[in-house]
């Protein structure tokens, strides 16, 4: 979509001639990154945050993901280099919003896979119906490489344009949520499949959750008649009380912003209702970590331009049980 179109392109080339196995040091004011996924692993005392990045071979470019380590979420080292696109992949263009969640004793790296495969027409003043889609990869380790599934095609829909899938497991059953376009549909929806146990396949059909509008915060774009809403980035967290949120991001009268929807059965399955504001405004794609001090933390890009000024800002959070308040930024 849009708001992903810069994702550092320039940079994904420029680090292709870069030496990942001397890895450089860095602050989060150095990186130029969008939709930041952070995770830690305690057991190595490192945080990784992983971040698109492509390479080129042969005048062809593929897609892939590297990931930054940290051990007091300040100070960055890398770029490594932990995934590529197989050539023979069903997609194999840029990378969009990368996260990796430990499940049964691996790591698996949901990736928003993009092409240049225009499947249908589109609507008057929407972009290109480029087929887009997330897939899931595996790996031993938060290091890669991650690598496909025998069938090596997207978990979301074929004939649906997909993105940003996250991870719930649920009384022993994994499900992907995932966002069904704006691009596509207009009004963005945010989705649900269940997973096989071993996430390699989805099962059965995908069902709706919400749609963007049913957000009162989320203004959305364009005329009356024909108004555009945007679902991106959502992901899940239990509360304290119990309380099953989801985080999601849109736009608030033009500018792009984080929101929480709550589900009434304490189900993935909903019904959800939105709260009525949004818990921060001029940044979004976000996730939550619990860092190695026990504190829990909210990662996002901000601002949302284009021109290689996003940047990753890290905020404590403030778990309310009913919803979630963000403090400070983390310095």
């Known amino acids: 979509m849009l708001k992903k179109l810069s994702l550092f392109v320039a940079t994904s080339v420029a680090m292709v001639g870069m030496a990942f196995?001397?890895?450089k040091t860095y602050t989060l004011d150095d990186i130029n990154i969008r939709d930041p996924y952070i995770m830690p692993v305690e057991k190595e005392g490192v945080y990784y945050m992983y971040a698109s990045s492509?390479?080129?071979?042969?005048?062809?470019?593929?897609?892939?993901?590297?990931?930054?380590k940290s051990r007091d979420l300040k100070t960055w080292e890398g770029p490594v280099r932990v995934f590529e696109v197989p050539h023979d992949n069903y997609l194999t263009g840029n990378v969009w919003a990368p996260e990796v969640h430990k499940y049964k004793g691996k790591y698996y790296l949901f990736a928003t896979l993009n092409s240049d495969v225009r499947w249908k027409a589109p609507k008057q003043g929407h972009?290109?119906?480029?087929?887009?889609?997330?897939?899931?990869?595996?790996?031993?380790?938060?290091?890669?490489?991650?690598?496909?599934?025998?069938?090596?095609?997207?978990?979301?829909?074929?004939?649906?344009?997909?993105?940003?899938?996250t991870l719930w497991v649920e009384n022993g059953t994994p499900y992907m949520v995932f966002c069904?376009?704006?691009?596509?549909?207009?009004?963005?929806?945010?989705d649900l499949v269940e997973l096989k146990k071993d996430l390699s396949?989805?099962?059965?059909?995908?069902?709706?959750?919400?749609?963007?509008?049913?957000?009162?915060?989320?203004?959305?774009?364009?005329k009356e008649g024909s108004k555009t809403y945007v679902t991106d980035g959502c992901f899940l967290y239990r509360s304290k009380t119990g309380k099953l949120l989801?985080?999601?991001?849109?736009?608030?009268?033009?500018?792009?912003?984080?929101?929480?929807?709550?589900?009434?059965?304490?189900?993935i399955i909903g019904p959800w209702r939105q709260q009525k504001e949004p818990i921060f405004i001029n940044g979004g794609h976000s996730m939550l970590f619990t860092d190695f001090e026990g504190r829990l933390c909210l990662v996002l890009h901000s601002p949302n331009s284009?021109?290689?000024?996003?940047?990753?800002?890290?905020?404590?959070?403030?778990?309310?049980?009913?919803?979630?308040?963000?403090?400070?930024?983390?310095?």
């Open 21 to 23: 196995a001397q890895p």
């Open 54 to 68: 492509g390479v080129s071979e042969n005048g062809k470019f593929y897609g892939g993901v590297v990931a930054y």
């Open 127 to 165: 972009p290109a119906y480029n087929h887009r889609a997330t897939q899931i990869f595996w790996s031993k380790s938060p290091e890669g490489p991650f690598l496909p599934f025998e069938s090596k095609t997207p978990h979301t829909p074929l004939d649906e344009m997909c993105l940003d899938g």
């Open 180 to 190: 069904h376009e704006w691009v596509e549909v207009a009004d963005g929806e945010m």
């Open 201 to 222: 396949a989805p099962v059965g059909t995908p069902q709706r959750l919400f749609c963007a509008s049913a957000a009162e915060w989320s203004t959305g774009g364009g």
């Open 246 to 267: 989801m985080m999601w991001s849109s736009f608030k009268d033009g500018i792009y912003a984080v929101g929480l929807a709550e589900s009434d059965t304490g189900k």
């Open 306 to 331: 284009p021109g290689g000024k996003e940047r990753a800002k890290i905020f404590e959070v403030e778990d309310l049980g009913h919803t979630l308040r963000v403090k400070g930024e983390l310095k």
